[in-house]
């Protein structure tokens, strides 16, 4: 079984909602990566979502974007951000861990090398953002003779036949993105999210995490109840920035705002449990 199946095999007995933490690899230093991943874990993070540097994103908002900016300063590339997981991972060999950016760089490396390197590295699974499961096939099936995870993004307008071809090309987890616009933006409609969600849920087999928009423990708590997991990015990001001077205080700030969520998602729980 994957590190992200046994994941949420841990979690699904005590009903719990995985959290999922993202960051951008070499923000805002080369040397901060790494502590700051331990740090997720130890504050309640059940999988990591590690950014990889690009210079054309499509679906970042402005923090996200301004993250990979600093990271590009800091001329960190794929290679450095696999270099920094297989740091992680003389640690952590447990705790999952996703590689989310674009095609490009894959494309660069060459699909089967990018693949033998992820899995060397302790890649669980990959988001490629611009990448549609119609053209992926090459990837994915140089991904899955390493045994890592291709996950897809689903978006509230896509369409009916499109989520069964996601669903059907889907392994670890299906990542739904809660609202129409970039990482970070506009406030979530709950109600809208669950209903989107059944739909969804009617044709998949992996489990469904949703993010954009998750930015405090009330939204992470709300959505905890409708979603096997909860993803959260620009809010962290944006703690990182404002203490890009300080490695200490960034841990700490990072740290706090994973365990409120990670309370609230499990506060949540209890409830929908004891209803």
Known sequence: MSRIATAFERLKPRRRCALVAYLMAGDPERDSTVPLMHTMVAAGADILELGVPFSDPMADGPVIQAAGERALRNRVTLRDTLDMLQSFRERDPHTPVVLMGYLNPIETMGCHTFAQSAAQAGVDGVITVDLPPEEADEL?????????????????????????????????????????????????????VARKLDEIRARATTPIGVGFGIKDAASAGRMAQIADAVVVGSALVERIADNAADADAAQAEVAALLRGMRDAMDARASDVQVA
Do not use: N, W
């Open 140 to 192: 994915v099936q140089a991904l899955a003779q390493v045994d890592i995870d291709p996950i897809f993004l689903l978006a509230p307008t896509t369409t009916p036949a499109r989520i069964e071809t996601i669903c059907a090309a889907a392994r670890g987890f299906i990542y739904y993105v809660s609202l129409k616009g970039v990482t970070g933006a506009a406030t979530l409609d709950v109600a809208a």
